[in-house]
């Protein structure tokens, strides 16, 4: 991007994707939120298996740039 003022290492993203990204970290959080009320809550051993499966799962995707 050279003439742009915009440093070399920089990522643009659109406007979807950026919405798109915001989407997935919210979701991992609301996910991550459940487990903690589950584990507040004495959920059983399975429930939270489950749980943190969903919540890696989904931080996983929020990884992803596109």
């Known amino acids: 991007m050279k003439g742009t003022g915009i440093p070399e290492d920089s990522v ?17 959080r609301c996910a991550a939120e459940d487990v903690a009320t589950a584990v ?4 059983d051993q399975t429930e939270l298996k489950e749980l943190t499966e969903t919540l890696v799962a989904m931080a996983r995707d929020a990884e992803r740039l596109r």
């Open 12 to 28: 643009v993203l659109s406007a979807q994707e950026v919405a798109d990204l915001s989407d997935r970290w919210f979701a991992a």
């Open 40 to 43: 507040a809550e004495g959920a």
